[in-house]
């Protein structure tokens, strides 16, 4: 779970990236922080996907669910 310390851990680290760059040990502890992220991002748009259904009408006006 990504928890909003995290995410504020994850753009300081890029915005100092960006200006005076990273010692080896934030680069590391980047690397572990956007892997948790990305795992917890694809974890999150899976349930969404596994709970979508589908819905048709026939051509009778009757309600038609696909699997």
Do not use: P
């Amino acid at each position: 779970m990504i928890t909003e310390t995290m995410i504020a851990r994850i753009n300081e680290l890029a915005r100092k990236k960006k200006t005076v760059g990273l010692t080896e040990d934030e680069q590391a502890e980047q690397k572990i922080l956007y892997k948790e992220y990305l795992e917890a991002f694809r974890a999150n748009l899976k349930a969404q996907l596994d709970n979508i259904e589908i819905v048709d009408v026939d051509e009778n006006g009757k309600i038609k669910y696909k699997n």
